[in-house]
């Protein structure tokens, strides 16, 4: 298997495993797995022999493409010699910096939900889940933004987005791989070098980005999945103690992903609800921000591909703080993978036409959370 940039990196009935190393955690292929199978799996989840065998056959045949690379997620990571904590440590990395991935195996680890390890250059190994996979890749100046915007990626592991166009202006927020946003102008520095104007769904400020640095996701990308299958006859179940949701077209599971779901902090409980809601409001893009940053607060632009089941706030999303699926961690919502969170949100209801920033309505999808 050859994980590519441009796909979402399917991965066959064969491969149920968790794949956090990969930066992918998706699986496709099961419209023919009997039901029962599915309860099977659910209970193998927990068994690490199961993880280090099923791992390694998929990983054997993994082959990172050429420009792939690793932002450093943690305030700093560690390459050791061997694919273990207990290795002899090489090297330390801060946070944002950007390593050359040549390489992917397994090792042990302190979680055995993932021992997932890359290989940095020729130098040694770093555990994956403090490493996001990103490339860089510049993209054509688009001269035109629609009247109301449209909805634009970053396609390289960073870039600044200022309060002014200019790379001398302020610095607003740091933007980072994967996360989307509303453009709606494109104006020109002092140099005359373009920049895209992006609208702040949470604070109405307009910051800018160097032109280059977003894609403009084309209509047909945003397309439903499956959207001739009646919307009675799709549903999804997440199921807390094994950290996974799975998605059913006529009762036959379609799609599988590793989650990390809601926790309980130092000040207070996050757990996700359990029971049964919907997806009725959803946004390509969301700035989410609570709290005190010191103490378990955040404050995220560009969270992408959300998929709203509450008024509270709780959603499916794409994550690019972490890569560590399989273990409560958030503060609520049900973190998935950036490849995954965008397949959730153009399979469920309610569609969002490509021209809008988001919908809500009283009808969606049903989800099922199961403790």
Not at 30 to 51: D, G, H, I, K
Not at 198 to 204: P, S
Not at 270 to 281: A, L, Q
Request: aromatic share 12%.
């Amino acid at each position: 298997m050859v994980a590519s940039p441009e796909s979402s990196q399917l991965i066959g009935r064969r491969d149920f495993i968790i794949l956090g190393g990969l930066g992918c955690c998706v699986f496709l292929g099961l419209s023919t797995m009997p039901m029962n199978n599915v309860s099977r799996l659910l209970n193998s989840l927990t068994n690490t022999a199961f993880f280090e065998n099923s791992l390694l056959d998929t990983v054997k045949s993994t082959v990172l493409p050429a420009g792939q690379q690793g932002r450093v997620l943690a305030d700093s990571v560690s390459v050791y010699d061997v694919p273990s904590f207990q290795g002899k440590r090489l090297n330390i990395y801060w946070r944002d910096r950007v390593l050359p991935l040549t390489g992917i195996t397994i090792g042990n680890s302190l979680d055995s939900f993932n021992m997932v390890w890359y290989k940095v250059g020729d130098e040694g190994y770093v555990h994956s889940g403090d490493l996001q996979p990103v490339f860089t890749i510049t993209n054509p100046v688009v001269t035109q933004v629609p009247p109301d915007g449209a909805l634009a990626e970053v396609t390289v592991p960073f870039t600044d987005a200022h309060w002014d166009p200019g790379s001398d202006e302020l610095v607003a927020y740091r933007f980072y791989y994967g996360t989307t946003y509303w453009v709606v102008d494109i104006v020109e520095d002092d140099f005359g070098n373009p920049w895209y104007g992006v609208r702040d769904d949470k604070w109405e400020y307009v910051f800018y980005v160097p032109s280059q640095h977003l894609r403009f996701i084309p209509e047909d990308e945003l397309d439903p999945i499956s959207g001739g299958v009646p919307p009675n006859e799709k549903r999804i179940e997440v199921h807390i103690p094994q950290q996974v949701m799975i998605a059913y077209e006529y009762d036959q599971p379609v799609f599988m992903a590793r989650i990390a779901s809601g926790a309980i902090f130092s000040n207070g409980d996050y757990s996700t609800p359990i029971g049964k809601h919907m997806t009725f409001h959803k946004r390509a893009s969301r700035h989410m921000a609570r709290g005190n940053l010191a103490a378990n607060g955040y404050d995220l632009p560009g969270v992408p591909w959300n998929s709203y089941i509450n008024e509270d706030g709780v959603a499916f999303h794409g994550t690019y703080w972490h890569n560590n699926f399989g273990r409560p961690r958030s503060h609520g919502c049900i973190n998935l993978t950036i490849q995954a969170s965008k397949w959730v949100y153009l399979w469920t209801q309610p569609v969002v036409p490509p021209d809008q920033e988001g919908i809500y309505k009283r009808t969606g999808t049903t989800v099922d959370i199961i403790e």
